[in-house]
């Protein structure tokens, strides 16, 4: 059974920073591709970033909303990819999920075969 489990979400001011986890079990966490997603009250879940390997090279692809404050890393020894959020915005409040995918570097939420159960990261001004 896969599992994946969100942590590090709460309540900061805007310009701090703030890094989520998501746990992975029950898959070959280095096959996959690892994206996260955010929903915030009334809009769709939208794509976040998402980081994946080809062969000894990692990439990442990130939206143009997150690009140069996110970055997403992941430690396959552990199972466990990170979203280190700095210079957070009002705008970043949101639900964030944590999603795996065999398809390297997808943005499409229909893609992702598997998710977290998210996490609430609450950005004050």
């Known amino acids: 059974q896969v599992q994946l489990v969100e942590s590090g979400g709460g309540l900061v001011q805007a310009g701090d920073s703030l890094r989520l986890s998501c746990a992975a079990s029950?898959?070959?966490?280095?096959?996959?591709?690892m994206g996260w997603f955010r929903q915030a009250p009334g809009k769709e879940r939208e794509f976040v970033g998402v980081?994946?390997?080809?062969?000894?090279?990692?990439?990442?692809e990130y939206a143009d909303s997150v690009k140069g404050r996110f970055t997403i890393s992941r430690d396959n020894a552990k199972n466990t990819v990170y979203l280190q959020m700095n210079s957070l915005k009002p705008e970043d409040t949101a639900v964030y999920y944590c999603?795996?995918?065999?398809?390297?570097?997808?943005?499409?939420?229909?893609?992702?075969?598997?998710w977290g159960q998210g996490t609430q990261v609450t950005v004050s001004s």
């Open positions: 980081r994946w390997s080809g062969g000894t090279i990692y990439y990442a």
């Open positions: 029950g898959l070959t966490f280095s096959r996959y591709a």
């Open positions: 999603a795996a995918t065999r398809r390297a570097g997808s943005h499409q939420r229909g893609e992702y075969d598997y």
